[in-house]
């Protein structure tokens, strides 16, 4: 929808399809999902039925993180603006990232192919297990060191990493392969349940951090845009501990939180496709227009938060929804059956400061909660590195 917003005339291929991208879009095709993400035959078979003869190129976000190659083959029919297929390779490639991390001296929870031993205390260590290439929590699990793991070998691209407790935060940023300019700073929260513990939940803009914080989280984006290369748009998530930040894994796409930043939509999607395209200095232009971006983006904190639904759910065409739900089910003559643990919709909330509408999204979340009279997980604001 933000590209949209800019005035591009944007054909989406997406999952869902849901009722807000099909109206701002000029067309929207609806391409099979699973655990790797896009159905790669399905997805070129769609590409290569559409008309590319004005098209300026393709933006993606995620469900490609587990199949890169197939950002290459999308490269050869239509530009791909982002990140190159062999960056998201390398960045998703756990051996490589975490050998990244400690040859550039960025600070992370303790990673393990194989569980430590017990250390002979009573209490049992709690580890997380992992895939690399995963994204919305989905993929992570709980297993302590007490577990029962023979004949559990670790799938290829997975790992076991020491599970920390803190703030769990974001930067989301431009790098043009050199340098790295801040769009803002985040904090996360999970939407726990029993099969899913690290689900995502949302996310609020502009949460107040350190210095020493912001700091840390922005030279981490440096060092690791230099050594792999990061274009455009980028996140990268931490979790923070007595000030200091952990680094647990970077998003080389466009991730959940540019919608965030939707009061400057057009600057970062502008932005994104000029330094992907033109490969351009971030130069003067950009920094002339930063004041007035950070002035539009301080004046309201967004929080957004995704409601799942925790059991087999019908949606009737009727329902009016509040103007602050997005991402809504596109049914205008029939019952949308939405499964259990899949999302249904997102509720936004602008406020004056990171936790007011952080406890504004949390109450619109209960408000329709009782709108489609279901039962979902409430978001949990207990952190870890997820």
């Known amino acids: ?84 297929s062999n960056t ?24 393990f192919d194989v569980l430590p031993e017990r250390d002979g205390s009573n209490k049992p260590v709690v580890y997380l297990k992992k895939f690399a290439a995963g994204s919305g929590g989905v993929h992570i699990k709980l297993v302590n060191s007490g577990a029962n793991l023979i004949n559990k ?20 940023f431009f790098a043009d392969r050199r340098k790295v300019e801040v769009v803002g700073f985040n904090e996360q929260w999970l939407n726990p349940c029993v099969d899913m513990p690290f689900r995502y939940g949302g996310a609020v803009s502009h949460v107040a951090l350190s210095n020493s914080v912001q700091q840390q989280l922005t030279e981490a984006a440096l060092k690791l845009t230099v050594a792999f290369g990061l ?18 894994e970077v998003n080389p ?23 992907c395209l033109n490969q351009e200095d971030f130069g003067s232009e950009y920094q002339n227009q930063q004041p007035q971006v950070q002035k539009t983006q ?20 009727s329902i009016e929804w509040p103007s602050w739900v997005v991402d809504t089910p596109f049914n205008i003559d029939e019952t949308k059956k939405i499964s259990a643990g899949d999302p249904v919709c997102t509720v936004t909330a602008y406020d004056d400061s990171a936790e007011s509408a952080k406890q504004l999204v949390y109450a619109r979340v209960k408000i329709v909660q009782k709108l489609l009279k279901i039962k979902t997980s409430p978001p949990n604001r207990k952190a870890s590195n997820s």
């Not at 849901?18 to 790797?36: L, N, P």
């Not at 990268?236 to 952990?246: P, W």
């Open 1 to 84: 929808m933000a590209a949209a917003k800019c005035g591009y005339a944007v054909t989406a291929i997406d999952a869902f399809a849901d009722k807000q991208t099909i109206e701002s879009a000029k067309k929207t095709v609806v391409v099979g999902f699973d655990a790797q993400g896009f159905i790669a035959d399905d997805l070129l078979k769609v590409i290569a039925q559409l008309d590319l003869r004005n098209c300026l190129g393709c933006i993606y976000g995620g469900g490609f993180e587990a199949q890169p190659e197939l950002l290459q083959k999308i490269a050869e029919v239509v530009p791909v603006i982002g990140n190159s």
């Open 88 to 111: 998201v390779a390398a960045i998703k490639h756990a051996a490589h990232f975490f050998s990244a991390l400690r040859r550039l001296n960025i600070a992370h929870p303790a990673v």
């Open 153 to 172: 070998k670790l799938l290829n691209n997975e790992y076991y990493q020491q599970q920390l407790n803190g703030q769990s935060v974001s930067l989301l």
């Open 231 to 248: 274009l455009g748009l980028n996140s990268l998530d931490a979790i923070v501990q007595d000030n200091k930040v952990y680094v647990l």
């Open 253 to 275: 796409r466009l991730s959940a939180t540019v919608d965030l930043y939707d009061n400057s939509a057009i600057s970062l999607i502008d932005r994104h496709v000029q330094i």
């Open 298 to 317: 301080v004046k309201k904190h967004k929080a957004h938060a995704i409601v799942y639904v925790a059991s087999d759910t019908e949606i009737a065409p």
